[in-house]
Every structure is written in structure tokens, then in C-alpha cells.
Nanobody, 126 residues
């Protein structure tokens, strides 16, 4: 069973940076895509970024392009989300998710991800 464990959340001032980590286990990820989603209080969960495990292609939500970077370390089975120039509106619980397919004919924001982590809180103060 695939397990995803997020870490790295916390409190940061606007303009600051955080790096989230997602340790993946229990599967062979060569055909997977891994992604990050977030959910702010009172709002629906939204897509943030995704990466193909094998090729490393990435996809970002417009709201984070140029500020966030998703990457993966195959040796550590870990996906990262480097978040720079953080804004108060980035405050949310951030979830790591895994998609068993990395076929992006349907783009990641519209795909159904199969496995989810428990989430990590990110709070950006103004």
C-alpha cells in the first residue's frame, strides 16, 4: 500500500520561504506522477503542482508559477515543494498525492489522484 508522509510545514512571514517534503513508500513509482494540493479554511481543495516520477516533467497552477518549484529525489523516494515569495493567501493545509498514471492527456488539475498524505499546515503571516 502506497504511503505518503508530508513534512516541512510551519509559520513564515510573507515573502519568506518553506520547503515541503513528501516521503513515498510502498510502491514502485516509475509510472506515477506525484503532486501537491492545498486546502484553505472554508475553501475547496486546489491543485498546486505535479511532477512525473520518471521524466521529471512538471505542471503548475497559475497562482504559484514562478514562486513554487516541485522536484523529486528518486534515491530518497521523496518529492519536494520549494515555496518562495510566500503570500498570506498561500496559507493552507498542503497535501501530497500520487497518481498511478503519468499520462497527462488529461492535465493534472483534472486528474483523480489515487493516494493521499495526511497534510501539513503552512501559515503565512502578513
Amino acid at each position: 500500500q502506497v504511503q505518503l508522509v508530508e513534512s516541512g510545514g510551519g509559520l513564515v512571514q510573507a515573502g519568506g520561504s518553506l520547503r515541503l517534503s513528501c516521503a513515498a513508500s510502498g510502491g514502485t513509482f516509475s509510472n506515477y506522477a506525484l503532486g501537491w494540493f492545498r486546502q484553505a479554511p472554508g475553501k475547496e481543495r486546489e491543485f498546486v503542482a505535479a511532477i512525473k516520477w520518471s521524466g521529471g516533467s512538471t505542471y503548475y497552477a497559475d497562482s504559484v508559477k514562478g514562486r513554487f518549484t516541485i522536484s523529486r529525489d528518486k534515491a530518497k523516494n521523496t518529492v519536494y515543494l520549494q515555496m518562495n515569495s510566500l503570500k498570506p493567501e498561500d496559507t493552507a493545509v498542503y497535501y501530497c498525492a500520487a497518481d498511478r498514471s503519468s499520462n497527462w492527456l488529461i492535465p493534472p488539475p483534472r486528474r483523480t489522484f489515487d493516494y493521499w498524505g495526511q497534510g501539513t499546515q503552512v501559515t503565512v503571516s502578513s
